[in-house]
């Protein structure tokens, strides 16, 4: 690789960085919009035309408060897991299906797979260090939760793999030319939507930030940037699994507008239920994915193998 490669693969990222920090500023805004009219109220209108610079104002404001850092904290861990979070958010954005060769790689559903994974620890180092029984035990909570849901989110994930023999997210277009897989599985596409919000910790599944028993999870100790840094983190992951539905499920082309604005309505559906839909009971939540999801995704995982079998044979 010369280094006008590694020149356009810098400018690259750092253009795609840069994009996904407007795009989870801009989501906020969207979110506390649309929550404000579900609630009969107009949200924020006051930051600029319409409250469109409210984002900038709110993270002006986080970023230049006191950090405070707890007595008996660990002091590094505490520091840097937020940091690592927002770090593991934005690298699994290097699967996005591009078709100039920089960042597509053949196995980028297992390296999205192995990112989810990992983005566990964060969340787990958050509230183990902060020292604080409710920050341990929203983690705790959060890691049962992320850990669940996973095994059935990789299954989902697999059964459509199995179709394509490919784990590549550039399959996902070719594929999709001429019928969506929403059509062909459309119940697993519905337990994708609910596991999306398990995965990311959101209504109705946000036991890791239970604000009326928990007085907000992992994060409480909290505050100024490290507060910030989690908030960005969260809000990346949500905008990344909305872009994975459409990829998967409403395989549109990447070069078009309308791939955008599927984009947008999924990231929409999750500020939706939000302002719908109480929170879960835990060992419902449990329920759903050990005794419910599994065995759904297990089932179609089968069924497309035998598909598989059947068609080349």
């Known amino acids: 690789m010369n280094i006008k490669d590694t020149l356009m693969m810098l400018s690259g990222?750092?253009?795609?960085?840069?994009?996904v920090l407007l795009g989870v500023a801009y989501l906020t805004l969207l979110e506390r919009k649309v929550l404000g009219y579900i609630q009969i109220r107009k949200g924020p209108?006051?930051?600029?035309?319409?409250?469109?610079?409210?984002?900038?104002?709110?993270?002006l404001k986080l970023f230049s408060k006191e950090q405070t850092i707890p007595l008996k904290s660990n002091f590094f861990s505490y520091y840097f897991s937020p940091v690592m979070g927002l770090f593991l958010s934005l690298i699994i954005w290097l699967v996005i299906p591009y078709f100039t060769g920089f960042f597509s790689f053949p196995l980028g559903v297992l390296f999205f797979l192995c990112m989810t994974s990992i983005s566990v620890y964060s969340v787990m180092v958050a509230g183990w260090s902060s020292n604080s029984n409710y920050a341990v035990l929203g983690s705790v909570r959060s890691m049962a939760?992320?850990?669940?849901?996973?095994?059935?989110?990789?299954?989902?994930?697999?059964?459509l793999v199995v179709l394509l023999m490919n784990f590549n997210l550039c399959g996902f277009f070719l594929y999709q030319s001429y019928v969506w897989f929403i059509v062909l599985v459309f119940p697993l596409s519905l337990c994708w939507v609910s596991s999306m919000m398990a995965e990311t910790n959101r209504t109705p599944f946000d036991f890791a930030e239970g604000e009326s028993e928990l007085v907000s999870g992992f994060n409480v100790e909290y505050s100024s940037g490290g507060f910030a840094?989690?908030?960005l983190a969260e809000y990346s992951s949500i905008l990344f699994m909305s872009m994975l539905f459409v990829v998967m499920f409403l395989g549109s082309d990447f070069y078009s507008i309308n791939y955008?604005?599927?984009?947008?309505?999924v990231s929409?559906?999750?500020?939706?239920?939000?302002?719908?839909?109480?929170?879960?009971r835990y060992d419902k939540l449990m329920y759903l994915?050990?005794?419910?999801?599994?065995?759904?995704?297990?089932?179609?995982l089968i069924f497309m193998l035998g598909l598989l079998f059947v068609v080349y044979n």
């Open 13 to 19: 990222s750092l253009l795609l960085v840069v994009g």
């Open 45 to 59: 209108n006051k930051v600029g035309l319409m409250g469109i610079l409210q984002p900038f104002s709110d993270a």
């Open 145 to 159: 939760q992320t850990i669940s849901y996973e095994v059935s989110f990789s299954l989902i994930l697999l059964s």
């Open 229 to 231: 840094l989690i908030f």
């Open 260 to 265: 955008f604005l599927k984009m947008v309505f």
């Open 268 to 280: 929409f559906i999750f500020i939706w239920v939000r302002g719908s839909l109480p929170r879960f």
């Open 289 to 300: 994915a050990w005794k419910i999801y599994l065995p759904l995704s297990l089932n179609y």
